[in-house]
């Protein structure tokens, strides 16, 4: 009977709980004696609080007690930021769990009620009276920069959060000398992450124990007790942190949150379990952001496309605090990866966070590299359109060549493995690209406007080498863990210290122990998310889960095996050299029908009658593995789509994913993985994006005013793969969580240009609506050609106070 | 002001004093301990909280608990029966059709009576039904996929339920 699992699509063992209704998410747990918080949000975009009176709140049916950032004051210290990239002049500004004088956005907590329930919370804050004097206020991260701006912090002149620059070779000789020189202004909306599960969160404290626990819909359930401790003062070892079932993150649930903070507050204070859970409306302001980026960029190149240098000036809004993570995601998980796939000399990155009066940017999928795949990816068309070549071959000519251990790129980072070449070849066979490009010419000539876009993508991820993470200001390690525990009968606990919420790791990690030691997988269980039953980790987020936590769990699994390997030798009264290891059976060479499987090992090192002299009973080992390298998942993209020229209405027609993650463990779930990235990723394309006013107002506050992508508006995605394995951890395996948004955001931006090129459009702002478009249309109307990128270009300075 | 109501709730009944302001989801999840649905938005856009009542799909949040009176109403806890999944939840779970399971209760319980309303539908049919319904981790890819499987099983009699 083999056993072994890995590589194949088995069915996700989470999957029965979740469609039976069975699951606990946060806000489904119920404790005795439970009250409800709900608080109180500022309305202005940036005020200043003359007094808040909360007496008839208090006074209220039912409500236990009102908090303002006076009582939480000098209790709960200011929220930190984790991540402060070194050289660049952090401004770490004061964070306060509930703002105390100012507010600084919409949405910034300025009181909290608690009642037995939650509909009278809610009533109650309609009684609290704030008054407040109103400031004014900037949005956008360019503008906040320029001279006259409103000021957000008095210790942040300029709202500069900080100034990063990072650069190798000379770009200022690469952009001298180049043949073909084109340029762009790109604007990346703020994004809503909106995981299906708003944020939520129960504290109870035992004031006889000093002991705080929380329920937290988070991704890292071991930084939220880190920080949290350090918030609360209440020692790290008092503090238990449960991530129950945690209905998606995509980065929104890797910040520690004041609310939570302010949630347990309350429940140190009253002595009473306490849950807080926001409406979606509230997510919308009180729940970070992505992207936010207003960047100026420009690419080098000879006169046949060959590409010399890359450059950029990204003004990258932070919102009005520095969220857990913030600094390092604009800084170097996006300007480190300039080079993508391709082999460019001169790459320069110079990088402003800037405070705004918004809600706090955070990670949000893809994190820092969809917008560097997106300018490379943009100007590589655009030097197509330049030297007059095909999109296609300019990106071939400028691809690095296959290599399986290592490649050095001009700014600095080592890729693991690659076939960039390769994976282009498979998309463009796919798609039958020349027939695509033949079928576009003839529907041109019947009116018809069909656009193809065609990405080549390389991204960092499996984060990281913990030594990397300390030179880079990362405030922890990157490594991660896992135990394994076999008991007497042969079945195991896996425990690991990521945190999965809908990734399906319990079943590819049980895969992994199938693997590893020819254990049936419906005898291994795996356990997260609790920070008393788990082994420290750092959690799950940047495509890391699989490829560092997966790689603890099959070093575990190792480290078993040799001592199941001296056990079984004792038992078998043979030398360990004899004894060969197949399919969960030990046994000496030659004589696999007399071996000891893998339980009865496991039985005699649980019941130890019979051990060899100096080894200890059990059969547990845990590993805690720093990876040598990130990893380097890479693929190629292709849209098609269609656009209406009477009203701009766009149609995703195809989108073809083809990526190498190296070995799938499970492929069904890599594939799942695919599709909702390249939908999140059409999502940013076509239809998301925030909408503030003048007074920081968000305009798009609720799932009625913030378009996500429906069922009806995206095709089937084909997917498609490669394998390179990577040769810088146990597994092979690189990160899938994220590829697909990286890649298809641009893919599709590209396919909609490359299909109004013929009238005239050259550039439009995201999100692609159909008024958008059909403007772009009109404006453009009797000025058909090619070749605008000059036209529309800008010399990158501050001059271009840009509104989004 | 507290209200009476009578109703049955997945094959059960219940006779209740709800608040006359009480959204159906908050009985359904507070008093009944149904949490299987879910709240995933207040503006009745997201559908992570779709119940059938009298057969017909329902956003909970949208509805009050007061108007479910002499109604019955079915959660996602009573799909399966004796044990068997309903078809649905077969093909969810053979399609990986769900990925965070937050929308899950939604996305089936609109999926069963789109298939008893259409036991044969076009993927374009299963996509233009699930209007009312957002998921943001699976691209809809498995979800309509799963669809389509389901109603292949209860056509030819191959699912359970």
Redo the contacts between chains.
């Keep these: 009977m083999t056993t072994r699992l890995f590589g194949s699509g088995i069915r996700r063992r989470e999957d029965p709980r979740l469609i039976t209704g069975q699951a606990s998410y946060t806000d489904d747990i119920k404790l005795a004696g439970l009250v409800h918080a709900a608080i109180l949000r500022s309305p202005h975009g940036h005020a200043r609080i003359n007094s808040i009176d909360t007496s008839a709140a208090a006074a209220a049916p039912g409500v236990i007690a009102v908090y303002t950032g006076a009582d939480t004051e000098g209790v709960l210290n200011p929220m930190p930021c984790a991540w402060v990239i070194p050289d660049s002049d952090v401004k770490a500004v004061a964070y306060p769990p509930i703002a105390r004088d100012v507010v600084r956005y919409v949405g910034d907590a300025v009181a909290v009620v608690v009642a037995e329930d939650r509909y009278q919370a809610e009533d109650a804050l309609e009684l609290i009276t704030v008054d407040y004097e109103p400031l004014p206020t900037v949005i956008n991260p360019e503008a906040a920069m320029q001279e006259g701006a409103p000021q957000l912090h008095e210790d942040a002149p300029s709202n500069q959060a900080f100034h990063w620059v990072a650069a190798g070779g000379d770009t200022d000789d690469a952009f001298a000398n180049a043949d073909v020189v084109v340029r762009d202004t790109i604007i990346q909306q703020k994004l809503i992450p909106n995981p299906m599960e708003p944020r939520s969160a129960i504290a109870t404290y035992v004031p006889a124990m000093g002991e705080l626990t929380i329920w937290n819909t988070t991704q890292n359930p071991h930084i939220a007790r880190f920080v949290t401790c350090l918030v609360t003062g209440i020692p790290e070892h008092k503090i238990r942190v449960i991530a129950p079932e945690v209905g998606g993150g995509f980065g929104a649930k890797i910040a520690v949150y004041a609310w939570d903070m302010v949630t347990a507050f309350c429940a140190m204070k009253l002595g009473r379990p306490v849950k807080w859970t926001e409406t979606r409306s509230e997510n919308f302001v009180s729940t970070t952001h992505g992207r936010d980026h207003v960047e100026y960029v420009e690419m080098a190149a000879n006169s046949d496309g060959r590409v010399t240098g890359v450059r950029s000036v990204v003004y990258a809004g932070m919102g009005a605090y520095l969220s857990t993570a913030a600094p390092g995601i604009p800084t170097i998980l996006h300007g480190l990866m300039y080079s993508g796939p391709y082999d460019i000399a001169n790459i320069k990155a110079d990088i402003y966070g800037v405070f705004t009066n918004s809600t706090p940017v955070e990670a949000y999928r893809g994190a820092g590299r969809p917008e560097a795949t997106f300018l490379l990816e943009r100007l590589m068309d655009l030097v197509a359109a330049e030297v007059g070549k095909d999109p296609v071959e300019v990106r071939r000519m400028n691809l690095i060549p296959k290599f399986e251990n290592g490649h050095d790129v001009a700014i600095g980072l080592t890729y693991d493995s690659g076939d960039y070449e390769g994976v282009l070849n498979v998309a463009l066979e796919h798609v039958n690209y020349d027939q695509l490009r033949h079928d576009q010419a003839h529907g041109r000539e019947h009116g018809r406007l069909t656009g193809i876009g065609v990405s080549c993508y390389c991204e960092i991820c499996g984060l990281g080498p913990s030594q990397v993470a300390g030179a880079v200001g990362f405030g922890g390690g990157l490594w991660e863990s896992a135990t394994v525990r076999f008991y007497a009968t042969g079945k195991v606990n896996v425990f690991i210290g990521t945190s999965p919420h809908g990734q399906g790791e319990e079943t590819t990690f049980a895969q992994i122990m199938s693997e590893e030691l020819g254990v049936p997988v419906d005898d291994v269980e795996v356990i997260h998310g609790d920070t008393d039953t788990t082994p420290m980790g750092w959690g799950t987020y940047g495509s890391r889960t699989t490829v560092v936590g997966g790689g603890a769990l099959a070093l575990s699994a190792r480290k078993i095996k040799d001592k199941a390997i001296t056990l079984a030798a004792h038992l078998l009264e043979a030398a360990e050299a004899d004894i060969e290891y197949e399919d969960g059976n030990f046994f000496v060479r030659g004589a696999p029908d007399n071996g000891k499987t893998i339980q009865e090992i496991a039985l005699m090192a649980n019941v130890a009658w019979n051990m060899p002299e100096g080894m200890e009973p059990g059969l547990e080992a845990t590993t805690f593995y720093d990876p040598p390298n990130f990893s380097y998942p890479f693929g190629a993209h292709v849209a098609v789509v269609n656009v209406d020229p009477d009203n701009g209405h766009i149609v995703l027609e195809r989108y073809v994913a083809v990526d190498d993650c190296g070995p799938q463990i499970n492929p069904m779930i890599v594939e799942g993985q695919v599709h909702g990235g390249v939908v999140q990723g059409a999502g940013q394309a076509l239809w998301e994006g925030a909408v503030y006013d003048d007074n920081g107002q968000l305009l798009t506050g609720s799932m009625l005013d913030y378009a996500l992508p429906r069922a009806h508006l995206v095709p089937d995605i084909e997917t498609l793969s490669t394998v390179t394995p990577s040769p810088h951890n146990p597994l092979g395996v690189k990160g899938i969580g994220e590829t697909g948004t990286i890649a298809s955001t641009v893919t599709i931006y590209n396919a909609v240009i490359d299909a109004l090129r013929p009238l005239g459009v050259t550039r439009l702002e995201m999100p692609l609506t159909p008024e958008r478009v059909w403007r772009a249309i009109q404006e453009a109307g009797g000025h058909h050609g090619h070749g605008h990128s000059h036209s529309h270009g800008h010399d990158h300075g501050h001059d271009h106070g840009h509104g989004h | 002001m507290k209200v009476p109501i009578k109703l049955t709730v997945n094959g059960k009944s219940h006779e209740s004093e709800v ?1 006359a ?2 959204l159906l989801v ?1 009985y359904l ?1 507070d008093d009944l ?11 009745s ?2 559908g ?1 909280c779709v119940v059938r009542i009298n057969g017909s799909t329902v956003k909970s949040c949208t509805c009050l608990a007061v108007q479910a009176d002499g109604a019955d109403v079915v ?3 009573g ?2 029966q004796d044990g068997n ?1 309903h078809p649905v ?1 077969e093909a ?3 399609n ?1 059709g ?8 939604g996305m ?1 319980m609109t999926i069963t009576e789109l298939l008893e309303r259409n036991p044969n539908p076009s ?2 049919e ?3 039904g ?2 009312g ?12 996929k799963a669809a389509l499987a389901a109603a292949e099983a209860i056509s030819t009699g191959a699912g359970g339920g």
């Design positions: 608040p302001r009480q908050h999840r301990g149904l949490t299987g649905t879910k709240i995933g938005c207040d503006t856009q997201c992570a959660t996602i806890e799909l399966a999944l939840q969810f779970w053979d990986h769900l990925q965070c399971g937050y929308c899950t209760a089936i993927a374009d299963v996509r233009a699930l209007e319904n957002i998921c943001r981790c699976t691209g809809y890819h498995n979800i309509v």
